[in-house]
């Protein structure tokens, strides 16, 4: 009872996984080893015995992976002893669900397996005849949880699985049509290949340097006089502030347009600008709120520290992915787009 428990919890842990955060994800693949514990359906009358696999996998998103792996086990007969020569290798595929934070380098997983065992049963027979022997194949189905960390090359992985096999030609249970047992592991996780560096982006042309400013002229409302009239709505270009993926800290190219724009608000000392932070559509609404305000505190603070005084300054404000220059898809890759990954000044006067 307690195993069909423990299996209904599995898979109803398999149906509640969150959204991803946006990030990046190591999608080399990785070998697998890992050994522990069955304890075997009380119904098969095995005593409990060791369990090893090896096994090859990669993740295909930050949150799934896949991996297919060989597994063997070879129990005794609890009672009489020595009177059963049983073993089970099988060979089976696992998709996982990996529950990651950001900034954390493990977390737990639900994962659901199948896959199919090849059965060796003999053992002597009671009425005095020659052994009995039993070679076949069964299917079987395995849902389990745990929990995995990852540092660089090397990871580790601890897990409790329900593996339940559709055999219905057991010579001890014939009666049986199937079995559940628990398996209990730890297993290393070794990636293959170099570790991946994320791609520099290319530095842009130096622009030309700007025309002096034209004389300002102004309302008697203090705003700017456009050729048609007053107010005019300004915004100051800085397209070319952009970060990287997941990222609020001003690239050397981002701060070299900074000083640019910091010499035009020292030529309009009246001008008021909003300090605005943007991000692309990858990940959830919540996070890219904060990534945003993260973005555009960066350049706040880099104004301040240059001399721009903060009554002339509005914000820091975010608008996390709600005003993209660029419409992509919301999934990876298409949404990284490091147009939208921007911070922009608004005049506000």
Not at 94 to 100: D, G, L, Q, S
Request: overall charge negative.
């Amino acid at each position: 009872m307690n195993k069909k428990i423990l299996c209904i919890a599995l898979v109803g842990a398999i149906g509640v996984a969150p959204a991803a955060f946006a990030q990046d994800y190591d999608d080399r693949w990785y070998l697998t080893a890992s050994t522990g514990l069955v304890d075997y359906d009380s119904e098969r009358g095995l005593s409990d015995d060791i369990y090893g696999s090896i096994g090859l996998g990669k993740f295909f998103s930050p949150n799934w992976s896949m991996d297919l792996d060989v597994n063997y086990s070879n129990p005794m007969r609890s009672a009489p002893a020595n009177d059963l020569r049983w073993s089970q290798p099988a060979l089976g595929i696992t998709p996982r669900y990996h529950f990651r934070s950001e900034g954390r380098n493990w977390g737990p997983f639900v994962g659901l397996g199948v896959g199919v065992v090849r059965n060796y049963e003999s053992f002597s027979d009671p009425m005095g005849g020659p052994p009995l022997q039993r070679k076949d194949n069964s299917p079987y189905v395995q849902p389990s949880l745990g929990l995995q960390a990852d540092y660089g090359r090397v990871g580790g992985r601890i897990e409790a699985a329900y593996r339940h096999t559709f055999d219905d030609s057991s010579i001890h249970a014939p009666d049986k049509s199937g079995f559940g047992d628990m398996i209990y592991s730890v297993g290393l996780i070794v990636k293959l290949g170099a570790e991946p560096v994320a791609p520099v982006a290319p530095q842009p042309a130096a622009p030309p340097p700007p025309p002096p400013p034209p004389p300002v002229e102004r309302c008697p409302d203090g705003s700017v006089m456009g050729p048609d009239g007053c107010p005019v709505p300004l915004t100051i270009d800085l397209r070319g502030v952009n970060f990287d993926f997941d990222r609020a800290t001003l690239r050397p190219d981002a701060i070299s347009s900074l000083n640019e724009t910091i010499e035009i608000l020292r030529n309009y000392p009246d001008l008021r600008v909003e300090v605005a932070g943007h991000t692309d559509l990858c990940g959830s609404e919540t996070y890219n709120q904060g990534l945003s305000e993260r973005r555009a505190r960066a350049v706040y603070e880099h104004l301040i520290n240059n001399g721009i005084s903060s009554n002339r300054l509005v914000g820091p404000v975010g608008y996390g992915e709600s005003r993209p220059l660029v419409n992509t898809p919301q999934t990876h890759p298409e949404c990284r787009n490091e147009t939208n990954r921007r911070t922009e000044l608004n005049v506000q006067n």
